[in-house]
DNA sequence: TAGATTGTTAATCGATTAACAATC
DNA sequence: TAGATTGTTAATCGATTAACAATC
């Protein structure tokens, strides 16, 4: 009974969505049957008309004098995600967040699967990290192809990443998780979101010298 | 001659302010001298009025008529950031990710000093990585008091981070940069800033799902 | 039924954009 | 000086919060 069809939801409202997801997975896993907005605006430390709003871009969940039954809107939250959806990634770039990234296993269970590594770097070449055989980057677009590969997770520096996004997008790459620290040009029906580190950690730099 | 003094600047703000500082960074090494909100709109795409309004909320760094002086506005964000103050840090938790940080060493020439590394699993205490060694979790309050240590990394699962978090905020610690999956509950002075990588990867997956 | 709580409309608040006088 | 571009005020847009009728 999804009703977000045509409609634009924002970015701010979808930023929130996983953390929705994360509370809802708790009071599941604890046995809670049914959440009220209230009590989980106060959990959550948000207003109740803010988790109302946000659900009711999304469908009719809920039940007048009931609440939310937790199960159902966990997997519906889990179903907007698109976390039903299977994915295939493969990351570019064998370093050091690389190899953190591939084991950070958890993700499978939610639909991710991690089939393929890639480096430049012929040191690596064929080293195992997990279940996964580190490539060469000349290889990087048959795989993609033979794979059916629609995420690429850029790891590598700044320096190549722009070039490699370009590679990606026209071998058919839908979205990039990108780590480079630099912003990609891509058309805009490819995804990108983005996970700039040192901006994260210049924010708390700044909180912390101006508070 | 900042004039954000009292001032409460708002974060959607301050978020901006490592983007702005990397364009400018980029454009002073290409050794360009100054450059107009309007050339800067264009390159970062956003609107010249935002950038005019984000910079008026620190100072007056510009010139009629001239444009901004690009070291000078360069240098002045950094200040502005905090990247002047020399920072002393620790990692909890050596695991991939805790490695990936630690070897992230394009901080340090910012102000920030990874000065230690703790894990909780005796196989890795001692290992050397970088050039930092693996201490015991036991010995975390004496480092960070002997130390001045006053921004912890919070790098292992999310089952043992609120107690981590507890203990780091109870022997001085002021600031911590969160990568566990779990709301931390600090005290209002000190800051955190969550880096959920699950989360950003979820936000993708929506846009994928729903483009 | 009476009480609780949603879904949704209306009001408020804050952030972004537009406009322009000030001025280099 | 004339042209360019800022700093800042005013207008607009969007997001959040409040309120309440609908209804389980």
């Not at 590594?117 to 997990?130: A, H, M, P, S």
């Not at 980057?137 to 320096?159: Q, T, Y």
């Amino acid at each position: 009974m999804q009703k977000n069809e045509g409609k634009n939801i924002s970015q701010a409202v979808i930023a929130r969505l996983p953390r929705y997801y994360r509370f809802l997975g708790d009071l599941k896993d604890a046995g809670v049957e049914r959440i009220s907005s209230k009590d989980l605006s106060i959990m959550m430390k948000v207003t109740a008309s803010q988790i109302r709003q946000d659900f009711n871009n999304f469908g009719e969940f809920g039940q007048q004098g009931y609440g939310y039954n937790v199960d159902f809107l966990y997997e519906e939250i889990g179903k907007i995600l698109g976390l039903t959806t299977e994915h295939r990634l493969i990351i570019i770039g064998a370093g050091n967040l690389g190899h953190a990234l591939t084991n950070y296993s958890n993700y499978e269970n939610r639909g991710f699967h991690f089939m393929g590594l890639f480096d430049r770097n012929e040191q690596v070449i064929g080293d195992k990290i997990g279940d996964l055989k580190v490539m060469p980057m000349e290889k990087m677009e048959e795989f993609i192809r033979e794979n059916d590969i629609d995420i690429a997770v850029i790891a590598i520096p700044k320096a190549g990443a722009v070039e490699v996004a370009d590679r990606l997008v026209r071998c058919g790459v839908k979205a990039i998780w990108n780590f480079a620290h630099v912003d990609l040009n891509v058309p805009s029906d490819v995804i990108v979101e983005n996970v700039h580190l040192s901006d994260s950690l210049m924010k708390l730099s700044y909180n912390l010298t101006n508070r």
